[in-house]
């Protein structure tokens, strides 16, 4: 199973560094959400291939 981003990363940072420009919280929170629920997916990917059985 792959994640389909929507936003780079480039993208997410940049959004941050306009927001506090701004000083609107709103798109860093959401930003921030997005890169750590993609922090979490990869996580689970990674050991959810470690506890798979080899094929033989």
Avoid: G, W
């Amino acid at each position: 199973m792959e994640l389909e981003n929507k936003f780079s990363a480039l993208q997410l940072a940049v959004i941050n560094e306009q927001a506090s420009m701004y000083t609107c919280a709103c798109p860093v929170h959401v930003s921030l959400q997005i890169t750590y629920l993609r922090k979490l997916f990869d996580y689970q990917k990674r050991v959810f291939k470690k506890t798979q059985p080899l094929a033989n």
